[in-house]
């Protein structure tokens, strides 16, 4: 009966990972299977993974970007200072990290400086990703860490500062990414940050708490996107390891991949290892160049599965002038100056070989050489967190397009309260 209903169901491309349908098997756990359906009545129907208490429990926020300020009867959160604003009129109590990203932490020194009493949060993956970042910066972020930071493992477990609650939670995306639950006084609520169900490069997806939150943040990139990333790795890679297919079966005999960011590097380095595995490109070695490689080695460290993709010895490129015939080479294109702009200078007029660059925005490439990839959770992934988790209402952040996304339009028919934050301070409480 339960395979029959399995099969019913409309899924993304068609695919449920063979291990998820086994756990069906036993227990038809339909949070798991969410992410993978796409019929959208099925899934406006999910409810809360727990029953909802009534909760009066009110706070402010605000959001640019994928910067949050959050305030609790007068106590204020800082949550990812990146490209977003710093309100005079605030005095966070706390500025937390929820990833290493520029847009989530690139104003860290700044938030930092301007104010001095905040504690400072974040999970050891991060805070050793932060150490990558040039000499001075990554020995201003150590002193302001042994000062007055926070440094704790994504496990669930609650820690206090000026009498808020903390607990961290994976969230995939990145290496130390966390969802960050915040408890204070009756109210409590979640931020998502940015995140993924799926795994990537090797590493678990999210988690998702069991509680019961008056408000869940969540990010919401793809939650316009229909298409494009599906909750299924594989589906998301084929158009990357068709574009290197191309540029080999074309007489490339180096190829290399410039990142958009580092978080990408290492998603492009775990697809392309896990196609060689399956005996593509036999011919050919994959390799990490410059702070890629280094981002690489901290992958390794953290994940040491036997079985891990970061488990067989890491091949390098050291020197731009250098790169071994046979070669596919992962390296960040975002890092002025970096490796990656020094091999797109020394070959873009070597006919031997294929300068892999990013597809603008979120659609699947179309023209040679040209590759997407998200670290973000799927629309089926974004809306399936949003119904499964335990709240009272969902508030969308950190969107690329102004205006209410479909995922929220879906909620609302669902009966879930929704909001989308912007720039203006607005209460977010509830009858």
Not at 152 to 164: L, Q, V, Y
Request: hydrophobic residues 45%; neutral net charge.
């Amino acid at each position: 009966m339960i395979a029959k209903e399995v099969r019913r169901l409309p899924l993304t491309q068609g695919i449920v990972p063979t291990a998820q349908v086994s756990k069906l098997a036993v227990t038809y756990d339909r949070y798991r299977l969410a992410p993978f359906v796409r019929d959208i009545a099925w899934l406006s129907a999910l409810k809360p993974r727990l029953p909802l208490q009534k909760r009066s429990a009110a706070c402010l926020a605000n959001a640019q970007h994928g910067t949050l300020w959050l305030e609790f009867e007068g106590v204020q959160v800082l949550i990812d200072p990146g490209d977003g604003i710093i309100l005079n009129e605030f005095n966070p109590a706390v500025i937390a990290l929820t990833h290493a990203h520029a847009d989530h932490s690139g104003a860290l020194l700044e938030a930092a400086q301007k104010y001095p009493q905040a504690a400072i949060v974040t999970t050891p993956q991060t805070y050793d990703l932060l150490q990558l970042l040039p000499d001075e910066q990554a020995q201003a972020i150590k002193l302001l860490f042994e000062q007055r930071g926070y440094i704790r493992p994504a496990d669930g477990s609650a820690f206090r500062i000026a009498g808020i609650a903390f607990r961290l939670y994976p969230a995939g995306h990145l290496l130390g990414a966390v969802m960050i639950d915040i408890e204070y006084q009756a109210a409590r609520v979640l931020v998502t940050g940015d995140f993924s169900l799926r795994d990537l490069a090797g590493f678990r997806g999210a988690v998702w708490p069991l509680a019961e939150y008056d408000t869940v943040f969540i990010e919401s990139t793809h939650g316009w996107d229909f298409e494009h990333p599906t909750a299924h790795t594989l589906t998301n890679d084929a158009p990357l390891i068709d574009t290197c297919t191309q540029a080999i079966q074309r007489g490339s005999t180096r190829v290399i991949f410039l990142a958009a960011a580092l978080g990408d590097a290492q998603a492009i380095y775990g697809a392309l290892a896990e196609a060689q595995s399956r005996g593509l490109w036999p011919q050919f070695t994959i390799r990490l160049a410059g702070k890629a490689a280094q981002v690489a080695k901290l992958y390794a460290q953290t994940d040491r599965t036997p079985l891990s993709l970061w488990s067989s010895p890491l091949h390098r490129v050291d020197r731009a002038d250098y790169v071994p015939q046979q070669s596919i080479v992962v390296a960040s294109g975002a890092e002025p100056g970096g490796i990656g702009a020094q091999l797109v200078d020394l070959l873009k007029t070597d006919t031997t070989a294929a300068i892999v660059t990013p597809q603008a925005g979120a659609e699947p490439p179309t023209k040679a050489d040209r590759y997407a990839i998200s670290l973000h959770a799927s629309f089926y992934e974004l809306f399936a967190t949003a119904a499964a988790l335990t709240c009272a209402q969902v508030a969308f952040y950190h969107a690329p397009r102004l205006g209410m996304s479909p995922a929220a339009e879906l909620l609302e028919k669902a009966g879930r309260r929704t909001f989308t934050l912007s720039e203006t301070l607005q209460s977010i409480g509830y009858a």
